[in-house]
């Protein structure tokens, strides 16, 4: 994956971008039929409007009164699921990482899941609101890694949270401003859900103790994190 991601945009067969090319095509095409179908049900009256995104997207109108199409909705929803998946699995993985590493707070755990998300949130990017010729790029890592904000960036460090916590904009797991991410509260419920459940059920050690965090592009251990549980 990571060979993908820093090799050149070119589309010749044999290259990971080839490969994506081709898998974004069949999986564009399974939405698109996915949307279809769903556009049927809607005139048929056996879905409406507020069962789902898909359903969503194609009736509800933007400000302008303009319907989305169906490959912008098949886009849309795409966007959401990459947007998704990745972010909280990666959420999941480095709160279950320091709890092992750390068992005095594994106790303060539901407290503690915004802590993760400052050390180890690692993307999303920011356009500038007013129309110009550059786009700025910005990832939530280069502001929560940065020692003016956050004094020894590297250190996990639930405490950072109490009292008054960072200086505004500085904690910026979700982004901010009209780009904000649409998904957090989901993402916050799915990741509350998931550590009450297993922290209510288990305790755990990592197998690999000095396992390394890789980059692809969300940051990773780099063998899976693999651990062994223990029932209460
Ligand atoms: C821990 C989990 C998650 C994290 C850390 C996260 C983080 C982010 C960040 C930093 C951005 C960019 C914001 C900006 O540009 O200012 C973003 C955008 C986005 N996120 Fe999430 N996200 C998470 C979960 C989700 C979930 C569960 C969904 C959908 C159900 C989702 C859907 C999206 C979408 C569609 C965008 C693009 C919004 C836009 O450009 O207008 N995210 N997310």
Redesign the pocket.
């Known amino acids: 994956m990571a060979a993908g991601i820093f090799s050149l945009p070119i589309n010749l067969p044999g290259t990971s971008f080839y490969r994506g090319i081709k898998a974004a095509h069949s999986i564009r095409k399974k939405l698109l039929g996915i949307i279809r179908q769903r556009k049927m049900d809607l005139v048929e009256k056996k879905s409406c409007h507020a069962d789902d995104l898909s359903s969503y997207l194609l009736t509800v109108p933007d400000d302008g009164g303009k319907f989305m199409s169906e490959l912008e909705t098949a886009d849309k929803i795409w966007?959401?699921i990459i947007?998704?998946q990745d972010?909280?699995t990666t959420?999941i993985t480095f709160v279950m990482k320091y709890l092992a590493e750390f068992p005095d707070i594994y106790d303060e755990v539901l407290k503690e899941t915004k802590e993760h998300?400052r050390k180890e949130?690692s993307?999303?990017?920011?356009k500038l609101e007013r129309p110009t010729e550059h786009e700025i790029y910005w990832t939530?890592n280069t502001t929560h890694k940065n020692p003016e904000y956050f004094p020894q960036p590297e250190k996990f460090d639930p405490s950072r949270s109490e009292g008054t916590g960072s200086i505004p904009y500085a904690y910026v797991?979700?982004?901010?401003?009209p780009?904000?991410?649409?998904?957090?509260d989901?993402?916050r419920l799915?990741?509350l859900v998931f550590i009450y459940n297993v922290v209510g059920k288990f305790r755990w050690e990592k197998l690999i103790p000095d396992e390394n965090t890789v980059v692809v592009p969300v940051p990773l251990p780099a063998k899976g994190l693999p651990i062994r549980l223990y029932p209460h």
């Open positions: 966007g959401s947007g998704s972010s909280t959420a998300c949130n993307w999303g990017a920011a939530p797991p979700f982004g901010r401003g780009r904000i991410c649409p998904g957090k989901i993402a799915v990741i």
